[in-house]
C-alpha cells in the first residue's frame, strides 16, 4: 500500500517523475497504427461557417456581422488551425495557435450558447480543421451548466461560455502516464491565447475551475473513460454593459484522498484524474440568485515575495510596456505566427529584453492603457513560483535567480553557469544548453493540495502554461526563441536551482537567438 500520508496528487507526481536511471527501461516504442487522430467531429447538427468573418467584413444592424467576426477570430486567435504542413510520407501535419507537447492536441473546445441572435440555445463544437460550429444539441441547457458551476455568479449574465475538454489518450499514446502533466499546461496555453484574443475582441473571460465534473460530462455527452471536461471560460461581452462583471472565485477545492490502492503503470492517468473530479454534492459558495461585491472576490494580494537575502544581487525588472500596435494588432499577429523554437544559436539575450518578458508576462496591469485586461483571471498564482537560470544574458551574471513579481526584481540564489546541467536535466536537448535564459515554474505542492485538494494539481498546471504562453508570445514579439519544455529530469531541476526536494517542477521555458 502506498504512504497513506501523501496524497494521490503527490503520489501521481511522484510516480511520473523522469530520473535518468530509469527512464530508458520506462520508455515505450510509438504504436502507430494507434497514432490518435487530433480532431472530433460530429456527423449531425446544424454548421456555422466562421471563415467568412476572419476577414473585416461591413456590419449592419441587420446582420450581426460585426459580432459575427468577434466570436470567429476568438476562436481562431484562440484555437484555430494556424499551418499545414506535410510529412515526408505524405501525410497532413496541422498546427494550432496553441502549442501543445508532440504537436497532439488533447484539448476540445465547446461553446454553450444561453440563446443569443447570432446562436440559438444548445451545445456547439468548434471544429478547428474547417474553423466551423456544430451545433450538436439544441436544447436550453444553460441552467444546468449553472448548476453543475454551484451558481458561479459570471454565469448570471453572461450569454456564452466555453469548455474545454481533453482526450486523454491523444496525449497518453506518447507521453503514458505523465501526460496528465502535460494535458494541462497545454491547457494552459489555450486559456493563455483565450485572455488575450478576449481582449483583442471586446470578450472578458472568466475561468471556472470549480464544477461538478460528471455533471459537465453529461451535458456534453462526453464517454468520461476517453474524455474529461477540465476548464470553463464564461464569456463577457464587454459591449454589453450588462455582462461588465466584477471578479469571482476560479478556483474550488476537491476532497483529497490519501487511500488508495497500488496503481499498475498505464492506470495511474485515469485514476488521478478520478480522483480530482468534485461531486454534484458539494455546496455552492455562491448563493443562488446573489452576485458577490467586487471587493469580496477579487483575487487575494500576491504573496510575500521569498528569498529576500539581504546580501544577495537584486536586479530591477521594471521595464517600458512591450507595444502591440494599433487596436491590439501585433499581438493577434503574433498569436498566429507563434512557433515553438527548434534551436539556439547560443548568443546572449540582453537584460532589457529579459525584462520586457518577465513585465507582459507578470505584470498585466502595466498594460491597462492598451486595452489588455490589468487582472487576467488565473486559479491561484501565489502557490507558483519563478526561477530563471541564467547562461547568457548581457548586463546579468550568470547564476540562478529567483523572480519576485511584487518587488518586480531578479534576487541572485546561486552563482555559476549551468549550461552543462541545463542540458542533461532537459533531457540532453540542446535548447537547455543554448538557451540564454531557462526559466522554472514550481510549486509546493502539499501547500496546494492543503488549499485545493487533489483538483490542486489541474490548477496549478493550467496556471503555469498561461504564464508560459504569454512568455511565448512576448518572446516572439520581440524576435526572441522560446520553447517549452514538459520533460525533464525532476529532481535535478531542484538540485541546479537549490529548491527544496518536496518542491514540484510544473514547466520550463527556454529562451534563446533562434539558430
Known amino acids: 500500500m502506498p504512504d497513506l500520508q501523501v496524497s494521490i496528487a503527490q503520489h501521481y507526481h511522484e510516480r511520473t517523475k523522469y530520473d535518468p536511471a530509469t527512464i ?14 487530433p480532431f472530433k467531429e460530429y456527423k449531425i447538427g446544424a454548421t456555422y461557417d466562421l471563415k467568412p468573418y476572419l476577414t473585416e467584413v461591413e456590419a449592419s444592424p441587420s446582420d450581426f456581422a ?17 499551418l499545414k504542413m506535410m510529412t515526408r510520407y505524405g501525410d497532413p501535419v496541422y498546427l494550432r495557435a496553441a502549442p501543445s507537447a508532440g504537436g497532439l492536441y488533447p484539448a476540445e473546445v465547446y461553446l454553450i450558447s444561453r440563446g443569443t441572435p447570432l446562436l440559438p440555445a444548445g451545445l456547439y463544437s468548434y471544429q478547428p480543421q474547417s474553423h466551423s460550429l456544430t451545433r450538436f444539441w439544441d436544447s436550453e441547457v444553460w441552467e444546468d451548466l449553472q448548476k453543475a458551476c454551484f451558481w458561479h455568479p459570471t454565469l448570471e449574465n453572461t450569454q456564452l461560455a466555453l ?20 494535458i494541462f499546461l497545454d491547457t494552459g496555453h489555450l486559456l493563455g491565447n483565450v485572455e488575450l484574443a478576449g481582449a483583442i475582441n471586446d470578450y472578458r473571460p472568466h475561468l471556472i475551475g470549480g464544477f461538478a465534473d460528471e455533471a459537465i460530462n453529461e451535458l456534453l455527452y462526453l464517454d468520461p473513460e476517453q474524455e474529461g471536461a477540465i476548464a470553463i471560460i464564461a464569456l463577457a461581452d464587454l459591449l454589453d454593459v450588462q455582462q461588465n462583471l466584477p471578479l469571482a472565485q476560479a478556483a474550488l477545492p476537491s476532497a483529497t484522498q490519501i487511500k488508495y490502492p497500488k496503481i499498475p503503470d498505464g492506470e495511474l492517468l485515469n485514476y488521478f484524474h478520478r480522483a480530482t473530479q468534485i461531486g454534484v454534492a458539494q455546496s455552492s459558495p455562491f448563493p443562488t440568485g446573489t452576485r458577490p461585491e467586487a471587493e469580496s472576490v477579487l483575487v487575494a494580494e500576491p504573496a510575500e515575495d521569498k528569498y529576500n537575502f539581504p546580501f544577495c544581487l537584486k536586479v530591477s ?3 517600458p510596456s512591450i507595444f502591440w500596435g494599433e487596436n491590439l494588432s501585433a499581438l493577434e499577429s503574433t498569436i498566429l505566427k507563434r512557433r515553438s523554437t527548434r534551436a539556439y544559436s547560443g548568443e546572449p539575450l540582453t537584460l532589457d529584453e529579459l525584462k520586457a518578458l518577465l513585465d507582459f508576462t507578470y505584470q498585466p496591469h502595466h498594460y491597462i492603457d492598451q486595452s489588455l485586461d490589468r487582472s487576467p483571471d488565473y486559479f491561484d498564482l501565489n502557490l507558483i513560483e519563478t526561477f530563471i537560470a541564467v547562461s547568457g544574458v548581457e548586463g546579468l551574471e550568470e547564476g540562478c535567480y529567483y523572480y519576485a513579481p511584487k518587488a518586480q526584481e531578479l534576487r541572485q540564489i546561486r552563482f555559476k553557469n549551468f549550461r552543462r546541467e541545463l542540458h542533461f536535466l532537459c533531457l540532453g536537448q540542446n535548447l537547455g544548453r543554448d538557451a540564454g535564459a531557462v526559466l522554472f515554474h514550481t510549486a509546493d505542492l502539499k501547500q496546494a493540495v492543503a488549499a485545493y485538494g487533489d483538483r490542486a494539481y489541474r490548477y496549478l498546471h493550467m496556471d503555469a502554461g498561461h504564464l508560459g504562453q504569454r512568455l511565448n508570445l512576448a518572446a516572439i514579439h520581440l524576435n526572441l526563441g522560446v520553447s517549452g519544455i514538459g520533460g525533464f529530469f525532476d529532481n535535478e531541476v531542484n538540485e541546479v536551482l537549490g529548491i527544496p526536494t518536496d518542491e514540484a517542477v510544473l514547466y520550463i521555458t527556454t529562451l534563446g537567438r533562434p539558430a
Request: charged letters at 30%.
Open 163 to 182: 469548455v474545454v475538454s481533453a482526450v486523454f489518450f491523444r496525449s497518453a499514446w506518447r507521453y503514458q502516464d505523465r501526460a496528465y502533466r502535460r
Open 24 to 37: 530508458q527501461e520506462k520508455s515505450q516504442g510509438l504504436d502507430w497504427d494507434k497514432q490518435p487522430i
Open 66 to 82: 460585426d459580432s459575427w467576426e468577434r466570436l470567429s477570430r476568438l476562436l481562431f486567435c484562440s484555437y484555430g488551425l494556424t
Open 317 to 319: 525588472t521594471v521595464a
